[in-house]
């Protein structure tokens, strides 16, 4: 309101951000958010102690693993002998050779655009496509799941049999199987009869029924039998496969789409049919995402719904599992999307991001309100028509969130929620078809857990974020896929009002306090609220600090440069204005930033007064 002030002068005014571990508040009027919170945020990423830094670059291990092709599916492979990141691009399953090479595996799925699923179980790498039959790989070569001889059916018992016969099985149709066996019983009471044939040792690869040959009698009629494997062998069409419980657990499609289908205990050639629970019956909507959770639960997303089935491995068959409805007006808009965040599951529904909790104390279960309220004006511009093409991650304490922002038809951005300081880090210009979490233990400069992202131009590379930021380079270190280039970091602060949102206010001064920073060519902006757009106040900043010392001998250990940088000026020659947001950005090198200080002299008004 109006206020009276007999000063010759005006006081001066002062309005800062000494922290912004508040993240970006982009979803909320600019003047209305905290001091520690930014209006936006590009490029950027909260340290642990609250400044905001450039994002780090992503290291190549390919800008073309197949013709440019949209990556499909993506996983990190780990066994005792072998680990590769396993890629589907162009229809193709391709293994890496080495920290920048990929060769295929011989592998292929139904098409180039269909989305593939991939889970590690038994030392080897299960995955699927929605259409075709499910596929394995052990790193380096790939073939159809198959199954084992499951029984033994006698057609003609023949007659004349003195002893048991011999029993042979014909060989598994694929490569990988093993031969299987089985024993036959006879009755001389009853003439020399065969009376069963039974299965000892199951074999694995049947794709088919093998032939069941009986040896003939000595004088007689031999006997004839069929082997049965349509009882166990997995279903084609499965959409999603997941690793829980010493089980494989997959979804239908068609009009198995609301089917969860599970494999045997540590077995993946049988996938009897009693191993299987329709969830939420035919409601209409398809299964998009399951998800392993608690004890021997899995939450099941559908684009509305919720449920959460106990599948107790103690019970025979998946009779014996519950289904419990969590949520009937909350689900998942991209199935991609979910993943456990700490203790919760994270998922972008309808309306933004939200989680599901659980309270392990009262066996409690909780879907949350949406955690993107802060940037929603960043949900509300995901293309819809291709809002199933999101995906996520949890790496470094961070859900990256991949999205097509406007009228892309790919994910063109990554979306950071830091799950320590429970705050947004705005956007990144990362395109990102698939990521997942990497640990590969020799083969690269560095060996540790790094985010792997396949791109939808079928680059892939690790982001350098495994690196620490005080001790990067500020140059090589803040590129993408190295040829790609660098990119533009920014930082838009909050609009500040000194506290008062009446008063016209006289601009001072401001200071850019820059922390260990790389940046050579910073500019800075101000955008008045009369103003249109920004309007440049500096440009070319070097934001790197001076001085130190030179010591005349050579130490043992690297002293640490982190050093502060003030950058001011004037803002007297500027009209008067209400509030005032600062853009502070860089097209490369590392911009660090831990505060920004503006000063003013409000404007005073005296009160009208009846005399």
């Given at each position: 309101m109006p206020y009276y002030s007999d000063n010759l002068d005006d006081l001066l005014a002062i309005a800062a951000s000494q922290s912004f571990e508040g993240g970006q508040a982009s979803g909320i009027n600019p003047n209305l958010i905290g001091d520690n919170q930014a209006s936006e945020l590009v490029n950027m990423t909260i340290s642990p102690s609250g400044n905001l830094e450039s994002r780090m670059g992503i290291e190549s291990m390919s800008t073309n693993v197949s013709g440019g092709s949209s990556i499909q599916g993506?996983?990190?492979?780990?066994?005792?002998?072998?680990?590769?990141?396993?890629?589907?691009?162009?229809?193709?399953?391709?293994?890496?050779?080495?920290?920048?090479?990929f060769a295929t595996t011989g592998g292929t799925v139904a098409n180039s655009s269909a989305?593939?699923?991939?889970?590690?179980?038994?030392?080897?790498?299960?995955?699927?496509?929605?259409?075709?039959?499910?596929?394995?790989?052990?790193?380096?070569?790939?073939?159809?799941?198959g199954t084992k001889l499951a029984s033994v059916s006698i057609t003609n018992p023949g007659v004349g049999y003195t002893s048991a016969p011999a029993v042979t099985v014909s060989a598994p149709q694929l490569g990988y199987g093993t031969t299987a066996t089985a024993v036959a019983s006879y009755a001389a009471s009853q003439g020399g009869i065969v009376t069963g044939v039974t299965v000892t040792n199951g074999g694995s690869g049947y794709t088919s029924a093998p032939t069941i040959t009986i040896a003939p009698p000595s004088s007689g009629t031999a006997a004839t039998a069929t082997g049965v494997i349509s009882t166990q062998l997995a279903p084609s069409g499965l959409r999603l496969v997941r690793q829980f419980t010493n089980r494989l657990f997959a979804v239908g499609s068609g009009e198995d789409r609301n089917t969860l289908y599970a494999s045997d205990i540590l077995d993946a050639e049988i996938w009897k049919s009693t191993n299987s629970i329709i969830v939420g019956g035919d409601d209409g909507e398809d299964i998009v995402a399951i998800?392993?959770?608690?004890?021997?639960?899995?939450?099941?997303?559908?684009?509305?719904?919720?449920?959460?089935?106990?599948?107790?491995?103690?019970?025979?068959?998946?009779?014996?599992w519950t289904v419990r409805l969590l949520n009937d007006k909350i689900g998942c808009a991209s199935g991609r999307s979910v993943n456990f965040v700490n203790k919760d599951?994270?998922?972008?529904?309808?309306?933004?991001?939200?989680?599901?909790?659980?309270?392990?104390?009262?066996?409690?279960?909780?879907?949350?309100?949406?955690?993107?309220?802060?940037?929603?004006?960043?949900?509300?511009?995901?293309?819809?028509?291709?809002?199933?093409?999101?995906?996520?991650?949890?790496?470094?304490?961070?859900?990256?969130?991949?999205?097509?922002?406007d009228t892309a038809t790919t994910p063109n951005y990554i979306l950071v929620y830091n799950a320590l300081f429970n705050a947004f880090e705005g956007l990144w210009s990362i395109a990102a078809s698939k990521m997942v979490i990497t640990n590969f233990s020799s083969g690269f400069a560095t060996n540790s857990l790094k985010l792997a992202i396949g791109s939808p131009t079928s680059k892939v590379g690790h982001y350098l974020g495994y690196k620490d930021a005080d001790s990067a380079d500020a140059t090589s270190d803040y590129v993408d896929y190295v040829s790609t280039g660098s990119y533009t970091s920014s930082v838009t602060s909050k609009a500040y009002e000194f506290d008062d949102r009446v008063a016209q206010k006289f601009g001072s001064h401001y200071e850019i306090e820059f922390y260990n920073s790389g940046s050579t060519s910073a500019n800075i902006s101000m955008r008045r609220d009369t103003d249109g757009a920004f309007i440049s106040i500096g440009t070319n900043i070097d934001t790197r600090s001076s001085g130190g010392i030179t010591l005349p001998f050579t130490l043992t250990a690297t002293l640490s440069a982190q050093t502060v940088k003030r950058v001011a000026d004037s803002l007297r020659s500027y009209q008067k204005w209400r509030n005032m947001r600062v853009n502070v950005s860089t097209d490369s090198k590392k911009l660090s930033m831990r505060g920004i200080l503006l000063a003013a002299n409000p404007d005073t008004i005296e009160v009208q007064k009846n005399v």
């Open positions: 993506m996983h990190y492979f780990d066994s005792p002998t072998t680990e590769r990141l396993i890629v589907a691009t162009n229809g193709t399953i391709f293994r890496s050779t080495s920290s920048n090479t989305q593939v699923d991939f889970s590690q179980f038994n030392n080897n790498l299960f995955y699927t496509d929605g259409t075709s039959f499910l596929k394995f790989s052990n790193g380096t070569t790939d073939y159809r799941q998800q392993p959770f608690y004890d021997y639960e899995i939450l099941v997303f559908k684009p509305n719904k919720i449920y959460l089935v106990t599948a107790d491995p103690t019970a025979t068959t998946a009779a014996g599951v994270f998922f972008l529904a309808n309306d933004g991001i939200r989680s599901v909790a659980r309270s392990i104390a009262d066996d409690f279960y909780i879907v949350g309100t949406p955690i993107s309220e802060p940037v929603k004006n960043i949900i509300s511009r995901i293309n819809k028509n291709y809002v199933t093409l999101c995906n996520a991650a949890f790496y470094n304490n961070r859900y990256y969130l991949a999205i097509p922002l």
